[in-house]
Structures are given as C-alpha cells and as structure tokens.
C-alpha cells in the first residue's frame, strides 16, 4: 500500500492550514491524505474523582459520576468526528479526493509512533487547540512528536501559501544531506527555487554549501547559497522573513552552530518565529 500524508487535525485555527498544505503535499506527490483527530486523555477518571469524595455521599454519587464520564466521552467523540468531517470537505475543497479519517484515543504522540512507518510525510499544526493564543508556546508535545518518527514532519502556520521558495538551512551534517538529497529527488519541490543558508560557516562549511549548491543545479533545481551572521535562530527567521520565503527546511538533528535549533530549545524558538511552515527531516 502506498503511503499516506498524515494530517493531525484538531479543534484549533491551526487545522485549516494543516489541511491546506496535506493537499498541497499530497497533490504534488500523488499521495492520499489520511486526517488523524486524537482524542487526549481526559484529565481525571471516575475513579480518581471518587476517591475525593466523602465515605457517606459515595455511593449515592458514584453513579452519577460514572454518568457523567460516559457523557463526555460520547460529547468528546462526536465533537472528533465532527472535527474530522470539516477537515475533509477541507481537504476536498482543495481539489484533493476524499481522504480517509481516523478518530483515535491516547495521546498525539503515541499514535505518530505507530503510524510513522505509514506515513510518507506527516503536518501538525504549530500550536494545538486551547494554545492559539499563547505565543511563547509550542505545545509540551512538539520534541516529543518530533522525536517519535523518521517521518518527515511539516509544521504548518496560521494560513496556507503556494510554496514558491524554499529555504534549507544547511551545516553538511547527515539530517541535512538527508534534506538536501530529498529536494533534489522529490516531487514535492520540483520547479521551487531554494536557497542553502548556514549561519557563521568556515571555510570548509562554506565549501559544503557549494557542493549542496551544484547537487541542486545538477537536479534541475534553481539554487543558491547564502553564509549568515549572528544567534542561528535570529538570524535565520529575519532572512526568511526579509527574502519573502514560503517554508523553511531543516535536518531533525544537526552540528555546529545549527545544532542549536535543532530539537532543543533553540528550535522552538526557530519554528516559533519564523511565519512560514517548516519542514522537519530526520
């Protein structure tokens, strides 16, 4: 069976753009969308919320307790299906064909753990439903998520844009050759401009760059390169900002000076600031 773009879609302002750009993928790959909703554990079960209750009163309330649990389970299912129907005519309204959906319980990471061997390329929005407005906040999830597959993950923004240019921040490490061979190589990028950027590159960085760059020509891939100054994540989300780029790429794991960004608090702080999806390799 072929595999699929994994879409995690949830109640936030997020999903729309996650919707967005899993068409956009999948279309230029000739993939299927698959819409995942994951219904979080709910913070206390019946029986932990019983044993706060007084010895008399706890017979005559552990009915309607366990009332109440069920009634916000079947609300919190039907609320996940609904979620997933509007993600699909999402989907479809973006020319795509009827994607599958999958309402799953647990938690979020558990379920990119076993379906990352599915996936072809995986979109979580940047923030998750109840954090829209947190600016500072990533989600507790997000290295964990990371973490959890060898799946390429893109982290989508607030709105969706058609992906023209592309910047790939580079250090010659394994994630980023692996980024880099996956530009020359797929579909997704074909006919996109994309710039190597490295932040404070020697003489032998630099000397890496032009062979990324030459990698991508070859490839048919209109390219170029650019040496930065300064703290990576700062500068990075400025020159991305500045040159009107439409994703940024990076290796999930990386050395020098962009190690930093990488799974850590750094790249929090990248993907945090920088207004345009980031697309995520191990």
């Given amino acids: 069976m072929d595999k699929k773009i994994l879409a995690f879609v949830d ?12 068409a956009w993928a999948a279309d230029r790959l000739g993939a299927n969308v698959e819409l995942i909703h994951v219904l979080g554990r709910r913070e206390k079960a019946t029986s932990e919320l019983s044993g706060t209750i007084a010895l008399g009163a706890r017979s005559s309330l552990m009915a309607d307790l366990a009332n109440l649990d069920a009634q916000q389970a079947k609300l ?66 997000m290295e964990r998520l990371i973490r959890a597959t060898t799946s390429p993950v ?12 592309v910047c790939l921040a580079y250090d010659g490490g394994t994630s980023a050759i692996k980024a880099l061979k996956t530009l020359a190589s797929s579909p997704i990028f074909k006919d996109i ?29 209109n390219a170029q390169h650019e040496n930065l100054t300064g703290e990576p994540d700062v500068a990075l989300a400025d020159f991305v900002e500045a040159r009107g780029f439409d994703m ?12 930093s960004l990488i799974i850590g608090s750094t790249t929090t702080a990248m993907i945090r600031s920088c207004k345009v999806p980031v697309l995520l390799m191990r």
């Fill in 11 to 22: 109640g936030s302002q997020y999903s729309a753009s996650v919707c967005d750009y899993a």
């Fill in 76 to 141: 919190s299912s039907h609320r996940g299906r609904a979620i997933l129907e509007d993600a699909s005519a999402r989907v479809r309204g973006d020319g795509h064909t009827a994607p599958s959906t999958q309402l799953r319980n647990g938690d979020i990471v558990e379920a990119v753990a076993e379906r990352g061997a599915d996936a072809r390329l995986m979109v979580i929005g940047k923030r998750g439903e109840g954090h829209e407005a947190a600016q500072d906040h990533l989600g507790s999830n």
């Fill in 154 to 165: 893109l982290v989508a923004n607030g709105t969706f844009h058609p992906v023209n240019k």
């Fill in 193 to 221: 401009d994309v710039t190597l950027v490295t932040v404070g590159g020697d003489a032998h960085v630099l000397e890496r760059l032009n062979d990324a760059q030459a990698l991508l020509s070859d490839a048919g891939i």
């Fill in 248 to 259: 940024v790429v990076m290796g999930a794991y990386g050395h020098s000076r962009i190690r």
